[in-house]
């Protein structure tokens, strides 16, 4: 079946570094790919998604490229702040197989001032 | 911005109880889903819902869990006799379509604790 592996955390870094989260995953069919976001105390909340092969999501200076070749969508972000602090979920759908999301296991992102 | 609203936030049960989570999905929205995270394990699908019948559930999905649009705005999911193993947090989500990259809204959770 479909399944995500990401990074385990918790990556600590300073405020202004730069933010990698690995991400792979297997598929049997041709997935669409999300990275959400939960901050404490919070409910999952979409951050980025693509749907084909090179597609780049962005979003709040956040990016991932969707790489077939190496099934990959890693997470990256150029400098983080404080509130960039969160559990980062990757997370495939298939929509073709009911649209439900697999998700990888989260990756906690601590950021100190 | 419309938002996936679920009720309560903490349930306590005592084992053997049963146990109803609310969810009120975006309210233009056709498809309903619940997930559930045990305390350091992943995300996992349960059931997804959609004209008022399931339309996929999981191995974890079994007798004791049913699900339910019992108006035009509430989304239930019931747990009928809870076991420990229940405990967990619990998601609900919704999306408007579902078509290629469409994505689900997730509410904030209710953790469950079985007693």
């Known amino acids: 079946g479909d399944s995500v592996t990401q990074m385990e955390g918790p990556v600590t870094l300073s405020e202004e570094a730069f933010l990698t989260i690995n991400c792979t995953y297997t598929?049997?069919?041709?997935?669409?790919l999300f990275w959400y976001v939960q901050y404490p105390g919070e409910g999952l909340q979409l951050l980025l998604k693509?749907?084909?092969?090179?597609d780049k999501g962005s979003n709040k200076g956040f990016e991932a490229t969707y790489r077939k070749e190496t099934t990959s969508f890693h997470l990256e972000k150029g400098s983080v702040q404080v509130s960039d602090s969160a559990v980062y979920f990757c997370?495939?759908?298939?929509?073709?197989?009911?649209?439900?999301?697999?998700f990888g296991g989260g990756t906690r992102v601590l950021v100190k001032p | 911005e419309p938002e996936v609203t679920q009720t309560p936030s903490h349930q306590v049960t005592q084992m053997g109880q049963e146990v109803i989570l609310r969810c009120v999905p975006i309210?233009?929205?056709?498809?309903f889903y619940w997930y559930r995270q045990i305390l350091g394990q992943k995300v996992e699908f349960l059931v997804s819902?959609?004209?008022?019948?399931?339309?996929?559930k999981s191995e974890i999905f079994d007798d004791q869990f049913s699900v339910e649009r019992p108006d035009g705005s509430n989304f239930t999911l019931k747990i009928r006799s809870t076991k420990l193993e229940d405990s967990a947090m619990y998601f609900c989500?919704?999306?408007?379509?579902?078509?290629?990259?469409?994505?689900?809204?997730f509410g904030d959770g209710t953790r469950l604790s079985i007693l």
């Open positions: 989500a919704s999306s408007e379509e579902q078509g290629l990259g469409q994505p689900q809204h």
């Open positions: 598929a049997t069919g041709y997935p669409s």
């Open positions: 693509a749907t084909k092969a090179d």
């Open positions: 997370a495939l759908s298939d929509w073709a197989a009911g649209n439900k999301l697999t």
């Open positions: 309210s233009n929205h056709l498809y």
């Open positions: 819902f959609y004209n008022n019948e399931i339309s996929e």
